[in-house]
């Protein structure tokens, strides 16, 4: 089995789009860049997330929440306590290409495509 740090770094020198390091909240009252302080889980769908402003003449800190709300696509490794709905895609869903590097084609199993 793949430890999780060894497969971001494996996807990480695969795929380049998938960088988990930006985050893509502003902060609401100034419009400038934020950086993530901490967060903590509250659930296993949902985290908390502590922000600090980069602009010093701002200087906001707030707390934001970040949930999985609905599924696209059905894991492949499926945790029976978890209970996310999955649904059909929406009109205004963000299209990812049809070939998911993580989902290859054809229906091959994430372990071969590591492999």
């Given at each position: 089995?793949?430890?999780?740090?060894?497969?971001?770094?494996?996807?990480?020198?695969t795929?380049?789009?998938?960088?988990?390091?930006?985050?893509?909240?502003?902060?609401?009252?100034?419009?400038?860049?934020?950086?993530?302080?901490?967060?903590?889980?509250?659930?296993?769908?949902?985290?908390?997330?502590?922000?600090?402003?980069?602009?010093?003449?701002?200087a906001?800190?707030?707390?934001?929440?970040?949930?999985?709300?609905?599924?696209?696509?059905?894991?492949?490794?499926?945790?029976?306590?978890?209970?996310?709905?999955?649904?059909?895609?929406?009109?205004?869903?963000?299209?990812?290409?049809?070939?998911?590097?993580?989902?290859?084609?054809?229906?091959?199993?994430?372990?071969?495509?590591?492999?």
């Open positions: 089995m793949i430890e999780p740090a060894s497969f971001h770094e494996s996807v990480r020198h795929v380049p789009s998938l960088l988990p390091n930006r985050n893509t909240i502003a902060c609401p009252h100034c419009g400038g860049r934020v950086r993530t302080l901490t967060s903590r889980a509250l659930s296993t769908l949902v985290r908390e997330i502590y922000f600090d402003c980069l602009d010093v003449s701002c906001h800190r707030f707390v934001a929440q970040l949930g999985i709300v609905r599924t696209l696509t059905p894991s492949l490794r499926p945790c029976a306590e978890v209970a996310i709905p999955l649904v059909e895609r929406r009109a205004n869903d963000i299209r990812m290409p049809t070939t998911d590097p993580v989902r290859p084609a054809g229906g091959t199993a994430l372990r071969r495509w590591l492999a």
